[in-house]
């Protein structure tokens, strides 16, 4: 009996000694030993509407030996609670089981930071979806998928705040807007910034024009509003349009005028007045718009040398169209303002004094000259820029420069073939006369006005 009792002493103060000892114990205090998950899902952070960043950790590893395994999360997205959590988490358990899930989209985890955690950030996704998503990796020890606990989160609405922050460099026919905008962690790839623009401000969304900006989308956007009509009131309603649910974003109505073409006008002592600059233009170093001639719509493409084979002049065009229906002149700047006819041209340099001005040397013995200036002793003064002069080996002048059109045409009959051209003012061989073509370029305008 004495014996059998002190067997079970022993074996009782063996099984102490063994608990003492067991993982959940410390040894210290009796506190208990915190066993990790190889894996847990973090909260999401960085939540906006359009993108969010998962976060996870991985324990009992080191960094290397988990870079070296397939890491990163599985995600669903739901959208009018299509799926549930349950649902969401059948996926992934099937997903953990096979490596693949119908429904379900992998994305690798990024670099493996301090404390064993990495992250991935979602983008261009679809305000108000509900995300489900758990992080995933390659046990490196058992090579076994394995699974953190399921996480959602819900993305916020996109309710954007955008305003004007001014418009500057206001002209005769153009004008530039800075929009300033909060996009709400959208990029362009999911949201366009524009704007409408008209003359009434109830038509600006039924048959406003429509400018779009989809570079990259700062916190500030400069756009410029161009082939506007001088001395008019238009109306400006900002936009940011959401690509995903193909709804608009308006901001409020902002409005201004652009200049009065009155403000261009040259008093050189003529018949009529000439305007400081060509059509389009700001100021005389600007480059103005082009046209084909009688066309009221700036051509894209200019250069000296850039012609339209295939433009047919319009088969009801008058002999002289200054101040008609075909003049852009009048159609942009409006009032007493036209294209220039050859008589008149002919009386601004027949009566004016020749400047020219900023020279540049270039190769082959050429020199260009970026302004030539016709100018009246009193001091009036109109500069035309794009001149181009050539210096042959005999010291011979020729003086050229862009096409600027004249309001009518003349006719050259060749090969049997009769065809109307239309006249400019394309100066050359020091003598300043009209330039016949035999192809119609594109040209730009230098406007004129009554008194």
Not at 18 to 39: H, M, T
Request: hydrophobic share 35%; glycine share 6%.
């Amino acid at each position: 009996m004495r014996k059998f009792l002190a067997i079970a002493i022993v074996m009782t103060l063996a099984v102490l000694s063994f608990n003492s000892c067991s993982p959940d114990d410390s040894g210290d205090g009796g506190a208990k030993i915190e066993v990790l998950d190889n894996l847990v899902t973090e909260v999401a952070t960085n939540v906006t509407s359009f993108s969010v960043t998962l976060n996870a950790t991985v324990n009992n590893f080191n960094s290397m030996e988990v870079a070296k395994s397939n890491y990163g999360f599985v995600y669903v997205v739901s959208q009018d609670d299509a799926i549930s959590s349950e649902g969401a988490q059948a996926l992934f358990n099937e997903y953990e089981l096979n490596g693949y899930a119908e429904g379900c989209k992998f994305v690798n985890g990024g670099i493996i930071e301090v404390g064993g955690k990495y992250s991935y950030d979602l983008q261009n996704l679809t305000p108000e979806s509900k995300i489900y998503y758990c992080a995933v990796f390659t046990n490196p020890k058992t090579k076994k998928t394995e699974i953190g606990k399921l996480e959602s989160i819900i993305l916020l609405d996109f309710n954007p705040s955008f305003r004007v922050v001014e418009f500057k460099e206001v002209g005769f026919l153009n004008g530039v807007i800075s929009i300033e905008a909060d996009y709400c962690g959208a990029t362009s790839k999911n949201v366009q910034l524009g704007l409408y623009y008209h003359t009434q401000e109830d038509q600006i969304a039924v048959n406003g024009t429509n400018i779009k900006y989809s570079n990259q989308l700062d916190s500030i956007v400069t756009i410029k509003i161009d082939y506007l009509k001088a001395n008019t009131q238009y109306y400006v309603k900002p936009y940011l349009y959401d690509k995903k649910r193909k709804e608009y974003h308006f901001g409020d109505i902002i409005s201004f005028t652009t200049l009065s073409a009155d403000e261009m006008a040259v008093d050189m002592g003529l018949s009529v007045k000439w305007a400081s600059c060509d059509l389009g233009a700001v100021s005389a170093n600007d480059e103005g718009w082009w046209f084909n001639f009688a066309s009221l719509q700036p051509r894209q493409i200019i250069g000296m040398s850039y012609y339209d084979e295939d433009y047919l002049l319009p088969a009801e065009l008058p002999e002289d169209i200054s101040g008609t229906e075909f003049d852009a002149a009048t159609y942009y700047l409006g009032g007493k303002w036209r294209m220039p006819t050859v008589e008149e041209y002919n009386e601004l340099i027949n009566n004016s004094e020749i400047e020219i001005k900023e020279d540049v040397e270039t190769e082959l013995s050429i020199k260009l000259y970026r302004m030539l200036t016709w100018s009246k002793k009193n001091g009036a003064y109109l500069s035309f820029n794009r001149y181009k002069i050539l210096r042959s080996t005999d010291n011979t002048i020729t003086v050229s420069s862009v096409i600027r059109w004249l309001s009518s045409c003349h006719t050259i009959t060749s090969q049997g073939q009769t065809r109307k051209y239309p006249n400019g003012f394309y100066v050359y061989n020091d003598g300043y006369d009209l330039d016949y073509f035999s192809y119609l370029y594109f040209g730009s305008i230098r406007p004129v006005c009554d008194y």
